[in-house]
């Protein structure tokens, strides 16, 4: 973190601050009609748990031990599910994007590869963005053609309820999600400058302090369509075409968004949510 209001040239003798750094990695398979891990590998400031008991498939749960994210930190997470396997990747609580010093940025990459008939659920808590934060994210994702994927990234710009003002911060997110080597989603977003003012805008959040994308590519995403839109109702959109259903969601704050958000990823998931959603 940094002084807000020193001189640049006060800023750019500070000595250079301790950063984290985190790779995880967890592959699974299916084994007589169960997903068995077959690799689990985790370094730095990334752990990975494998809670017991928890269906369907199998379930890991990822931390960051340093507490959040400011600029100059590099976390790399990587999951693989094999032919018939089905995986479900969430974070033990909400990442935090701290503020960052001048010119950094904090890093996070995710890869997730889904092989013949299996199945990867990405669902990570809320990403919540401090005043002065930094944060790139990328998901990519490779998949077979019948393979299924639910993915969300869910955001809030400070807590309303604890005072948390964000009038200035940076956020870019994008997504390539290929199936059978094809390019099928693609999206990008970036949030510069003073983001208090353009969330405020018509065509943003209307001054909403939260937002979320899911996306569901699988066999059955367009008939999926109509039970999620009568879900979301009026608060959100949602669309399908090509295999794949989009769901947009806007909202004052994070227990609005909530709201709104678990019935939809229950309901795609046959009305069980990881543990860590509910604690």
């Known amino acids: 973190m940094y002084a807000a209001g020193l001189p640049s040239e006060t800023l750019a003798a500070l000595p250079p ?21 077959v690799d689990l590998y985790q370094q730095g400031s990334s752990k990975i748990l494998v809670p ?6 199998l379930n890991a749960v990822l931390l960051n031990t340093a507490g959040g994210i400011t600029g100059g930190d590099r976390f790399a997470w990587s999951a693989a599910a094999g032919e018939g396997a089905r995986l479900t990747l969430s974070t033990q609580a909400a990442e935090r994007a701290y503020r960052a010093q001048p010119g950094e940025t904090g890093e996070i990459k995710t890869t997730l590869s889904i092989g013949d008939g299996a199945r990867v659920d ?25 393979a299924a994927l639910l993915a969300v990234e869910p955001v809030i710009f400070g807590r309303e309820a ?5 009038t200035r911060a940076s956020l870019t997110d994008q997504w390539r999600i290929y199936r059978d080597g094809r390019l099928v989603h693609a999206e990008a977003l970036r949030l510069a400058g003073p983001v208090r003012d353009i969330l405020a805008g018509p065509g943003t959040l209307c001054g909403g302090r939260a937002m979320a994308t899911v996306i569901y590519i699988a066999p059955d995403a367009e008939d999926r369509l109509g039970p999620v839109r009568a879900i979301v109702g009026d608060g959100a959109a949602a669309s399908a ?22 019935p939809v990823l229950m309901d795609l998931r046959g009305g069980v949510l990881p543990r860590v959603w509910t604690m």
């Open 241 to 262: 075409w090509e295999g794949k259903l989009a769901v947009r969601i806007a909202a004052p704050d994070g227990a609005a968004l909530r709201k709104a958000l678990i």
């Open 17 to 37: 601050q301790p950063r984290a750094r985190g790779v995880g990695r967890i592959n699974v398979c299916e084994d007589g009609g169960a997903t068995r891990l």
């Open 52 to 57: 017991r008991g928890e269906a369907p498939g």
């Open 162 to 166: 604890m005072g948390e003002e964000v």
């Open 122 to 146: 990405w669902l990570p808590q809320e990403t919540i963005l401090y005043d002065g934060a930094a944060l790139s994210r990328r998901l990519t994702v490779e998949m077979a053609p019948d």
